[in-house]
């Protein structure tokens, strides 16, 4: 809990945001785009605790990693002493799931999840204490194939959410006994090195030297280029697997740069790691991250099973759709409902259902703390809320049976408030949405096909 002593308020902490009402419209968006290209590749939602065994994290993702020892939000349960952490990130407990509900027993398996993960860091632009990801884990999958098919899958999401900025850097980190041959390696070309690694290149001298390769150390790029690079210490296997990731890929016209220097910073993976990476955020370049971790479900005591995954940034995506210039426009609503009188707000309720019914999305106008019950104040928040339509509801349309209904949008709003009768204001209505062209779009089915909720909004 945070303080602001000066006005007595409790506020946020920092580092975990509000999402307001202004920003969810993108969100949504983001997210609903997000399921209906998981779901187009034949993967299924999994939802998994928010909080897990400590344990859980120290073993699958490695005790000397930045993220075990110095990020993790871990706590006793007081209640019965368990050691328990705030999950910081969802591939360990997702295959968690996985293992303790026997899910891959009739064949592999495709999950995805997303939700809010927590890492003890300090708070910047796309870098948060309670942060958002989206990612897909394939288990149960051996060849090259899934691997590949999880990158395309990533730039279909990049296409149909309208990025460009973003490139896919390769590499292949092998299986643990050619990690060992060029760990052997590595540690002796940095001890003769000594004098150029940081502080935190001698902390991960002897217990992590891969993560060194990462270092963003502009004084250690020369003498880390010129390490030993992993990629030649690949065995026939690991080599014929990463040339079937790369084979694919050409052949689906992907584009990729293979980065001898990638790394992930978890124990688990092998073989085929991989970054979408962009230039448009300052440091925090990398938007998602994963790769291939066959030696997980047997770390956690399961049998040998290979899994390969990825997990994507969301705020950080965010800040890509801001910065592509496109405009995503805030809608509140398909109908903003206007009336005035109390014969008119009860009729107005009856055409507000009645819209509803047909699968519009209405907001009727409600009294309000500050002034604004007049026609000309409602009719401003008619506009402010995206309606392509407002219906209005006064004395004289009660007594004329009829409702005024005036267009708000697009070329159709230059024309003049009609007279429709209140039996048929959800027919004209649904009508000009049909007759509106590209003006207007129906969700019953989106851009792949897969049906959605049957809703109709105006297209901005």
Not at 16 to 37: A, K, Y
Not at 380 to 404: C, H, L, Q
Not at 418 to 442: K, L, M, N, R
Request: with cysteine; aromatic share 8%; glycine share 10%.
């Amino acid at each position: 809990m945070s303080e602001d002593k000066k006005a007595g308020k409790i506020v946020g902490i920092k580092g975990m945001n509000d999402i307001l009402p202004s920003e969810t419209p993108l969100w949504e968006l983001f997210e609903n785009t997000v399921q209906v290209v998981l779901k187009s590749y034949g993967f299924e939602q999994i939802r998994t605790p928010v909080v897990e065994a400590t344990a859980l994290f120290s073993r699958g993702l490695g005790a000397v990693t930045d993220i075990v020892e110095k990020e993790m939000y871990s706590f006793t349960d007081s209640m019965n002493g368990d050691e328990l952490t705030l999950r910081p990130e969802s591939t360990a407990g997702v295959v968690r799931a996985a293992l303790e509900h026997n899910l891959t027993y009739d064949g592999p398996k495709r999950l995805w999840y997303a939700g809010p993960m927590f890492r003890h860091e300090r708070p910047q632009r796309g870098r948060y204490r309670q942060f958002h990801q989206v990612g897909a884990e394939a288990i149960g999958f051996t060849g090259p194939d899934i691997d590949a098919e999880l990158i395309m899958l990533c730039q279909r999401l990049w296409d149909d959410l309208g990025l460009q900025d973003i490139r896919l850097e390769l590499n292949s980190i092998g299986d643990a006994e050619e990690r060992g041959r060029h760990r052997t390696d590595l540690v002796a070309y940095f001890e003769a090195h000594h004098e150029l690694l940081d502080a935190d290149a001698q902390r991960r001298l002897h217990s992590n030297p891969l993560r060194i390769l990462d270092t963003k150390n502009p004084t250690m790029q020369e003498m880390v280029n010129g390490a030993p690079k992993l990629i030649d210490y690949l065995g026939e296997e690991s080599r014929t697997h990463f040339e079937g990731v790369q084979r694919i890929l050409r052949h689906s016209n992907v584009p990729f740069t293979i980065n001898p220097r990638l790394v992930r910073g978890m124990d688990y993976y092998n073989r085929t790691v991989f970054e979408w990476v962009t230039d448009q955020l300052g440091s925090q370049g990398t938007v998602c991250g994963g790769g291939r971790y066959d030696p997980l479900v047997e770390m956690f005591g399961g049998k040998p099973t290979p899994a390969c995954g990825f997990a994507m940034g969301v705020e950080r995506l965010l800040e890509l759709m801001k910065a592509s210039g496109e405009q995503y426009a805030r809608q509140q609503c398909d109908v903003y409902i206007a009336h005035l009188g109390d014969e008119a707000q009860l009729q107005a309720f009856v055409v507000a259902e009645r819209l509803r019914d047909a699968g519009l999305d209405v907001v009727l106008h409600c009294a309000s703390a500050k002034a604004g019950g007049s026609f000309k104040a409602q009719m401003k928040r008619a506009d402010a809320s995206g309606a392509a339509f407002a219906v209005i509801i006064g004395d004289d349309e009660v007594a004329n049976n009829t409702a005024s209904v005036k267009p708000l949008r697009g070329d159709a709003a230059s024309n003049a408030q009609q007279a429709v009768p209140f039996d048929e204001v959800t027919s004209w209505i649904v009508d000009q949405i049909v007759d509106g062209g590209e003006e207007y779009e129906h969700d019953e089915h989106d851009a792949h096909g897969h049906e959605h909720d049957g809703h109709i909004h105006y297209k901005h």
